[in-house]
Structure formats: structure tokens, C-alpha cells
């Protein structure tokens, strides 16, 4: 597809179970963001990925979240025994790797409910 | 304090009406200004893109920076019922090549009336 994919768009699961969330950026981007979106805040970095650099986890809440990005393209990024603080919108952007600019596209998100 | 600050409304006008929507920031690094719009539901879509400070117009949309004042603005002329969204204004400092994290606002609900 032309755009950012997440999936999946909805995921519902208990107290202390692990969770993937999946996002495939657009072709030949190789920039990709995670962000995430809680009720009545605004959107929140939590990890990116550049090219083969090291990825910036510094907006990652704690040691239970962690992210991959395979081959320089797909991203998943983990939630181990969730909380209910986590339940959000997972966002994933992506963005071409050009001098001077940072424009970042985004999917529709994946909306995390945890019981 | 929040490095970026933005009113969440929400802000209701009636069709036709001129929209006003602003966010103020604290970080003078920032060179980077964006707005972008959020259907209920959906992802959060690019408007409007700006560098370091002026006007840059595209279509309804105005977008202005005032970097002196740290104050972002985003105008839409004309509104339609189809600009009920919320609307983020987000930045970013110079990159030197590299991708960089954006810095959200929280968002302002516009709800446009018939």
C-alpha cells in the first residue's frame, strides 16, 4: 500500500499478558517513529528508528516496552505484562531520509485495551 | 510545564466562519513547525508545514510562525463541516540529515456548524 500499515487496529487483552503492535512504514522510507496517544494528551514519542543507526529509546516509558525494526523496514514493537495505564493509541510514522527535512506520516494507529 | 502548549478547545464556529487555532512553545531550538489534522479515529493526516518563521499559505489554510514570540498559528478560512477535526501542531529542531522525534501539542477539538 501507499501509506503507513498498522496492525492490528484494535487489540483488547487482559492485566500482565505480552501484546506485538505491528507497523509496515511507507517504501523506501527509512526513518520510523512510534508514538503513542492516551486520552486527552497529546501525542507521546516513545522510540525511533533511523537507517542503521541506533535506535533513540528515550521516550520509552519503562523496561517493558521494547521495539524492533527488521531488515530496515517493519517494526514491531512489544508491550510486556501490560497495564492498565497502557491502554492508548499506538502510532506509527515514517519519514524519508532527506537533509533539512522531518515530515512523518502516519498510520491509523492500533487502539490497546487493557482490562 | 509542557514544551508545547495548545488550547484543547473544544472550539465551535459556524459554517463560513474564520478559525483561529494557536499553539505557544518553550524550546527556542525548535525550527521545524507542522499542523496536523486527526479525524476521530483515523491517524493524524500533515496540513500545513513550516520552517523557521513566516507565512506559508495553501488553499483555506494559513499557517504562521513567530519565532521571537514562540507562537504558532494555523487560519482556516471559509470553514466547512468537514474541518470538525482535532488539529495538532507539532515541531521539531534543525536536523542535520537525520530524522529527529516531533513535539506535540494536545490538540484543539474544532467542531464546524451548520
Known amino acids: 500500500g501507499a501509506g503507513v500499515s498498522q496492525s492490528p487496529s484494535n487489540k483488547v487483552t487482559e492485566k500482565g499478558k505480552d501484546v506485538e503492535l505491528r507497523c509496515d512504514p511507507i517504501?523506501?522510507?527509512?526513518?520510523l517513529y512510534w508514538y503513542r496517544q492516551s486520552l486527552g494528551q497529546g501525542l507521546e514519542f516513545l522510540i525511533y528508528?533511523?537507517?542503521?543507526?541506533?535506535?533513540?529509546k528515550s521516550g520509552l516509558p519503562s523496561d517493558r516496552f521494547s521495539a524492533e525494526r527488521t531488515g530496515g523496514s517493519v517494526s514491531t514493537l512489544t508491550i510486556q505484562r501490560t497495564q492498565q495505564e497502557d491502554s492508548a493509541v499506538y502510532l506509527c510514522?515514517?519519514?524519508?531520509?532527506?537533509?533539512?527535512?522531518?515530515?512523518?506520516?502516519f498510520g491509523a494507529g492500533t487502539r490497546l485495551s487493557v482490562l | 510545564q509542557k514544551e508545547v502548549e495548545q488550547d484543547p478547545g473544544p472550539l465551535s464556529v459556524p459554517e463560513g466562519a474564520i478559525v483561529s487555532l494557536n499553539c505557544t512553545y518553550s524550546?527556542?531550538?525548535?525550527?521545524?513547525f507542522m499542523w496536523y489534522r486527526q479525524y476521530s479515529r483515523k491517524g493524524p493526516e500533515l496540513l500545513m508545514y513550516?520552517?523557521?518563521?513566516g507565512n506559508k499559505e495553501d488553499g483555506r489554510f494559513t499557517a504562521q510562525v513567530d519565532k521571537s514570540s514562540k507562537y504558532i498559528s494555523l487560519f482556516i478560512r471559509d470553514s466547512q463541516p468537514s474541518d470538525s477535526a482535532t488539529y495538532l501542531c507539532?515541531?521539531?529542531?534543525?536536523?542535520?540529515?537525520?530524522?529527529?522525534?516531533?513535539?506535540f501539542g494536545t490538540g484543539t477539538r474544532l467542531q464546524v456548524t451548520l
Open positions: 513550516t520552517y523557521s518563521s
Open positions: 507539532a515541531m521539531s529542531p534543525l536536523n542535520t540529515g537525520t530524522a529527529s522525534k516531533l513535539t
Open positions: 510514522a515514517s519519514s524519508a531520509d532527506r537533509l533539512a527535512k522531518n515530515i512523518q506520516y
Open positions: 517504501s523506501g522510507h527509512t526513518a
Open positions: 528508528f533511523q537507517g542503521n543507526s541506533a535506535p533513540d
Open positions: 524550546n527556542s531550538a525548535f525550527q521545524y
